[in-house]
């Protein structure tokens, strides 16, 4: 059974940092693009970031460039997404999703997804 389990969301102040997990069983995570999508309420889910299976390329969104870093532990089949400097904007629900398409992560769809976890920065 393909799953995906995200972890590490809480509570943070802003200029704080979380480092989300994505960790996958019934696949081998490697072989696949993984990406970190948020979706606030009552707004458009968008991709956060994503690295790709065939060269590892990544990919962030200007508002999160600088601050996130999407990291692989094949050993571990878990994808990372360490989140620094976070600010109020960040709060949402985080998502990983795994597709087996190659190429550019940034323009592929996503085949697996996680439950999500929230994140909230707040003072």
């Known amino acids: 059974q393909v799953q995906l389990v995200e972890s590490g969301g809480g509570l943070v102040q802003p200029g704080g940092s979380l480092r989300l997990s994505c960790a996958a069983s019934g696949f081998t995570l490697d072989d696949y693009a993984i990406g970190w999508f948020r979706q606030a309420p009552g707004k458009e889910r968008e991709g956060v970031s994503c690295?790709?299976?065939?060269?590892?390329?990544?990919y962030y969104r200007d508002s999160v460039k600088g601050r996130f870093t999407i990291s692989r532990d094949n050993a571990k089949n878990t994808v990372y997404l360490q989140m620094n400097s976070l600010k109020p904007e960040d709060t949402t629900i985080y998502y990983c999703?795994?597709?087996?398409?190659?190429?550019?992560?940034?323009?592929?769809?996503?085949?697996?997804w996680g439950q999500g976890t929230q994140v909230t920065v707040s003072s």
């Open positions: 690295i790709s299976s065939s060269d590892g390329s990544t």
């Open positions: 999703a795994a597709s087996h398409v190659s190429g550019d992560c940034s323009l592929i769809e996503y085949d697996y």
